[in-house]
Nanobody, 121 residues
Framework: QVQLVESGGGLVQAGGSLRLSCKAS????????MGWYRQAPGNQRELVAT???????TYADSVKGRFTISRDNDKKTVHLQMNSLKAEDTAVYYC???????????????WGQGTQVTVPP
């Protein structure tokens, strides 16, 4: 069974850094766009960054210049390097894949379980 497993969240002081990782596991043949989203208490889930299989990236304006998304296609992983963290970055961060193909066929809009990032004011 295909799943996305995130790691790397935690508590960090303002100005610090964290690196999130997400690994897709299972019998996977292709992976489309991989991305990170986040949801703070009382807020809707929002896009943080995405990356295509060829390496094209997009970022939310709020994280441009501070966060960097990358992926390793061979290892079926995506990373989010977060620098200069602020209190407003506090949220649960979710890994997402828009489309992947496993041994049963195509799967769409797959989510990880989420990892908490906390930056105290």
């Amino acid at each position: 069974q295909v799943q996305l497993v995130e790691s790397g969240g935690g508590l960090v002081q303002a100005g610090g850094s964290l690196r999130l990782s997400c690994k897709a596991s299972g019998i996977i043949f292709t992976i489309g766009v991989m991305g990170w989203y986040r949801q703070a208490p009382g807020n809707q889930r929002e896009l943080v960054a995405t990356i295509t299989s060829s390496g094209s990236t997009t970022y939310a304006d709020s994280v441009k210049g501070r966060f960097t998304i990358s992926r390793d296609n061979d290892k079926k992983t995506v990373h989010l390097q977060m620098n200069s963290l602020k209190a407003e970055d506090t949220a649960v961060y979710y890994c997402n894949v828009d489309r992947m193909t496993d041994n049963r066929g195509p799967l769409y809009d797959i989510w990880g379980q989420g990892t908490q990032v906390t930056v105290p004011p």
